[in-house]
DNA sequence: GTGTCTATGTATAATTA
DNA sequence: TTAATTATACATAGACA
């Protein structure tokens, strides 16, 4: 069929919800869609009174941010958390897929942290009932409540916890080797909608 | 059956965005818009491969949050950025000595604690979804396999633990000394989960 | 990289189950 | 209270400047 001339436009067309091949429609669409959120971010602070952060890195590596009332207020009272908002920790976010070479070793600390989890479960299952029944209601098992625990099973689901976490940590830092450099411009804080990029 | 005739909805209406007065239209709002906006960002991060993070605290004080890879992993990249993260907070008193005004910053550390307890598990909410897959099966949380775990959930995952962990000693040295409470340390970050220097 | 335009896909305000 | 419905307001893909 022949459109008929004189449609100056299709219209906006359906896309799916995948990685945009093409780098300069990607770009586009990361400044159109990346204004959009910052709209909406600000409306949802505006009409509930929410504190609202936004950060943003293109794939290239340039960084935006909207915050309200600023970006900093809503990330402090992130940053006391370990670990986050520390200027001190190196940047092992966004590691590439692990070289083949490293799967021999991964998979050795996987092996490890398995044999370590399974441990750790035999050790904790005569608490097991105790802890789920402090946990009942809750979604997420991170949701339990503490004070619900009597004070006899409380040390050792400390110590399970400490030997968990380690494992993990263990297992984390196995996984994780590489350090992509991180490229950041200084802020040009014209309003509460910061621009790093170039 | 036959829907009477009539519309049964006026549909959307247009609203002005300034503070909605009605705190149950706003909760209403707050959750829709909310969702609506971490919708948005994740299909920013997928279309474009961008790393996107966004932090809202309701109202109430209730603190949700989105990011991808994770929340973490992106804001550390932020951290960097003068007056986000580490102390940069106004700090005139920390030269002079404390007065009777130490009440009021107590107080202000207990609402600081309650605030990252909320953000704690607003942070936990968004990796939930991974870590119930890796527990998938499993009687317990602790049996979760942790080798199915990536290594954007991980740190949380060894956070979480950490912070029950925490939770559980206070509450064990609430319940073992039957002294008053031990002053309302905030921060103990001992070790750095994200410290892979280990 | 941003702004404009059109036509259309999508988010959501108000309402109801 | 969390979920559907409906009709409409708004966001945005594509093309161009």
């Known amino acids: 069929m022949v459109r008929p001339r004189g449609r100056p436009s299709l219209g906006r067309q359906r896309i799916e919800i995948r990685p945009i091949e093409d780098s300069?429609?990607?770009?586009?669409?990361?400044?159109?869609?990346?204004?959009?959120?910052?709209?909406?971010?600000?409306?949802?602070s505006t009409l509930c009174g929410a504190a609202v952060a936004v950060v943003a890195f293109s794939k290239a590596?340039?960084?935006?941010?909207?915050?309200?009332?600023?970006?900093?207020?809503?990330?402090?009272?992130?940053?006391?958390?370990?670990?986050?908002?520390?200027?001190?920790?190196p940047d092992p976010a966004a590691a590439g897929d692990p070289g083949p070479e490293e799967l021999g070793a991964l998979r050795q600390a996987a092996e490890q942290t398995k044999a370590q989890v399974a441990?750790?479960?035999a050790r904790m299952h005569d608490v097991a009932e105790k802890i789920a029944r402090a946990q009942a209601g809750k979604q997420f098992w991170w949701e339990a409540d503490v004070e619900a625990l009597g004070e006899a099973e409380l040390p050792e689901f400390a110590r399970a916890l400490e030997r968990l976490r380690d494992s993990v940590r263990r297992h984390a830092n196995t996984?994780?080797?590489?350090?992509?450099?991180?490229?950041?411009?200084?802020?040009?804080?014209?309003?509460?909608v910061w621009d790093y990029s170039l």
């Open 24 to 44: 300069e429609r990607r770009q586009v669409t990361f400044s159109k869609r990346r204004a959009g959120l910052f709209k909406k971010a600000s409306e949802l």
């Open 61 to 89: 590596g340039n960084a935006f941010a909207f915050g309200e009332p600023s970006v900093d207020a809503v990330l402090r009272r992130f940053a006391p958390l370990p670990g986050v908002g520390s200027s001190a920790a």
């Open 119 to 121: 441990a750790e479960q």
């Open 175 to 192: 996984l994780l080797s590489a350090t992509p450099p991180p490229q950041l411009q200084l802020p040009a804080p014209e309003l509460n």
